[in-house]
């Protein structure tokens, strides 16, 4: 039907059509949808509209399409889907009870075969959020992810990656980290995630310099090649079922801590890494908010990764601001650019993070003794070698290109002189949100004045930058009726 569902399965059928009549079918029932080998359950909209479709005509989205593969000639057969017994065991979730290996191997099982429609994976979802996964159960989801998807091996002993828990606008330390990990010798096949609530994820930032949509066989000889890649992991398949899970944390806005470990944690050892850094920034407006519960995360990251066969290293960042200047893919994707470059106006903060986790992963690895993590990094970075590195990933992944520049721009400016006091990430990342980051790639904001800056009333303290002049106003409406999202004090 031409009709973008994102990556929802939807059928499109007649009220007055023998099949909806026949088998009881009605809006949201869900439908198996059969065709030669492949099949499919997608959830049913019902047209009333006769010019839409024909009585004996059934329409499929963009999304359905995709999975069901159909042609021209062959039968096409619909019925009703088995009945789900793993339902049972989420609404025992849901009234508090603990949830056993099995029980959670067949949630997870039926949502990587789309069996799931958005209300029973918002059940679950909502039902695991919070603190309400505790150890044992936040392991079997993680074994339960890994074990419904491909996973890849390496003929490496060692295998390095890292994640940001995120929460931090800005911090995509992932294009740094790469490039000067793969540059050093080590092997590095990193898979990242879009935007869940924040306004730009590492995939979306990186698909404004190169192709992220690369399948098993394409990220495999990348990695053989340059010793590293920054791919979508939703075009791997190496961890699916977390993939529709996050199809579904987006609007709700849910990142909970055990579906985040187990997220990230699935995602790593599928990808055939066996070393990790997990950056946890903290800060009063970051995702993790304390120093207690860094601390509390951490070790869940670590006691989940030991069982599943990871090492993992935490290291603990200042989430107190925004990282680099840009917020957005394409703003984002400049910062990245400028640091590989080693141009005078890169963001140093960008700069020095990456080189801390960099370092991290060098000494984690064992190729660099423990203290010497730091200098060796940068080495890499600073003569050149980790922007060749880069180039050549970005290369091999399909072409290197130049991320595009937003149509409309507004400067905002400081009411009155004063020093910044403090940055509230959230609301800042929202209004980048609300100029159509990510979806608009150049869309976003640039932060001017990080904490600290002294700065004289009418001088730049951010500038939006939004594709379309309705979302502009929308972004600016939001940015008004809030208070100060940059605060400033007095001078001293």
């Known amino acids: 039907m031409g009709i ?13 059509c023998h099949i909806c009549r026949s088998e009881g079918f009605e809006a949201q029932s869900r439908v198996a949808i059969r065709h030669r080998e492949q099949s499919i359950i997608a959830t049913l909209n019902v047209v009333h509209d006769q ?53 959670m191997a067949a949630i997870v099982g039926d949502i990587a075969a789309g069996r799931y429609a958005d209300n029973h994976l918002s059940a679950f979802i909502t039902a695991c959020a919070g603190s309400r996964l505790d150890l044992a159960e936040t392991t079997s989801l993680t074994r339960a992810m890994i074990d419904v998807g491909d996973r890849l091996t390496w003929p490496e002993p060692i295998v390095v990656d890292k994640h940001c828990v995120g929460g931090l606008p800005g911090n995509r330390t992932t294009l740094v980290v790469v490039p000067i990990v793969a540059a050093f010798g080590l092997t590095m096949p990193k898979t990242s995630s879009r935007a869940i609530t924040s306004p730009a994820g590492t995939a979306d930032t990186m698909e404004t310099l190169a192709p992220v949509n690369l399948d098993i066989a394409a990220m495999r000889k990348v990695v053989e090649r340059e010793g590293g890649c920054i791919v979508w992991g939703g075009s791997v398949q190496l961890s699916p079922a977390d993939d529709v899970l996050i199809r579904v944390e987006r609007p709700l806005d849910l990142d909970s801590e055990g579906q985040l470990v187990a997220s990230v944690l699935s995602k790593k050892a599928a990808a055939g890494s066996n070393h990790v850094v997990i950056d946890i920034p903290v800060g009063l407006t970051a995702k993790v908010r304390s120093d207690d519960a860094a601390k509390t995360l951490g070790q869940r990251l670590i006691d989940v990764g030991r069982e599943v066969g990871l090492n993992v290293r935490v290291v603990v960042t200042d989430g107190s601001q925004p990282v680099g200047h840009g917020i957005g893919p394409a703003l984002e994707a400049r910062d990245v650019l400028a640091v590989l470059r080693g141009e005078k106006t890169a963001p140093q903060d960008l700069r020095a993070r990456a080189l801390r986790l960099a370092a991290a992963i060098l000494e984690m690895s064992g190729t660099v003794s423990r203290g010497n993590g730091l200098d060796e990094a940068a080495a890499v970075l600073d003569d050149g070698r980790a922007w060749k590195k880069f180039q050549a990933i970005c290369e091999a992944q399909g072409g290197m290109r130049q991320p595009p520049v937003a149509a409309y721009t507004h400067v905002v400016t400081a009411p009155h002189a004063g020093r910044v006091l403090s940055i509230d990430n959230r609301r800042l990342a929202r209004l980048a949100k609300l100029a159509g980051a990510p979806r608009a790639t150049a869309a976003g904001l640039e932060l001017h004045t990080p904490l600290g800056t002294p700065v004289a009333a009418g001088q730049p303290i951010l500038t939006v930058h939004a594709d379309a002049s309705g979302e502009l106003a929308y972004a600016l409406q939001y940015l008004e009726s809030q208070k100060p999202i940059v605060r400033l004090g007095d001078n001293r």
Not at 4 to 11: G, H, K, L, R, S
Not at 79 to 90: I, K, M, N, W, Y
């Open 51 to 103: 010019q839409f479709l024909d009585r004996d005509e059934a329409g499929l989205s963009e999304a359905a399409w995709r999975l069901l593969r159909p042609d021209a000639s062959g039968r096409v057969v619909l019925s009703h889907p088995a009945p789900l017994e793993s339902l049972g065991h989420v609404r025992a979730k849901v009234y508090g009870q603990r949830l056993r290996d099995i029980e």
């Open 4 to 16: 973008d569902t994102y990556q929802e399965p939807v059928v499109y059928m007649r009220a007055d």
